[in-house]
């Protein structure tokens, strides 16, 4: 009787958690979508994961060491110049290696300053999409499951585990009280008509 009990209570919290999340989702509305075609980019930052931070303080710590790249940005800067988050598996499956960059997108080859890290993004069209709320309902996944699910929709893959990466462009800053808008970005098979 007590494993019934456990496992109701188990389906339950689980109804709870996939009601949160639909919610969640229906806060968001998507303003825009598009293909861009960028070719390869190269994305510059400082890693959260290798320096053993927690996101929002290594965001906080961060801000000091972005005005650096800011000032490659005209000479180097690529498809958006506001200030990302760019998550990646190093290649591998998801879970086993996580890195958060936070930093700028710029041409690939770009010469990386001593002291940040980066990421070349290989694919030459990224899906990306703005999604505005009225309220910030907490986290991001809601804006991750719609373009990653426009995407696939639309017939295009997404790379996975190598050259899998997305990023959160910070159209409007970085202040998650309130209303929000935000850009959100995965690199796709689609091909380029550059």
């Known amino acids: 009787m007590n494993k019934s ?31 861009v075609n960028t070719g390869k980019l190269r994305f510059i930052g400082i890693d959260a994961y290798c320096k053993c931070d927690d996101w929002n303080a290594h965001w906080e710590r961060s801000l000091e060491l972005l005005p650096q790249l800011e000032a490659m940005l005209d000479e180097y800067g690529a498809f958006v110049t506001y200030p990302s988050a760019l998550i990646h598996s190093g290649g591998k499956e998801v879970g086993i290696e996580e890195h958060f960059l936070a930093g700028y997108f710029f041409k690939q080859g770009t010469p990386v300053p001593e002291g940040y890290d980066y990421f070349d993004i290989d694919a030459e069209v990224l899906g990306y999409g703005i999604y505005t709320t009225d309220d910030f309902p907490g986290d991001m996944e809601s804006v991750y ?50």
Request: charged content about 30%.
């Open 5 to 35: 009990i456990a496992e109701s209570f188990e389906s339950v919290k689980q109804s709870d958690t996939n009601l949160e999340k639909e919610n969640n989702m229906k806060e968001f509305q998507c303003e825009s979508f598009e293909y």
């Open 145 to 194: 499951v719609m373009a990653r699910d426009k995407i696939l929709n639309d017939g295009f893959l997404i790379p996975y585990p190598q050259g899998y990466c997305h990023a959160e462009i910070y159209t409007d800053g970085r202040d998650f009280e309130g209303a929000l808008r935000i850009g959100y970005m995965f690199p796709t098979n689609r091909e380029s008509n550059i």
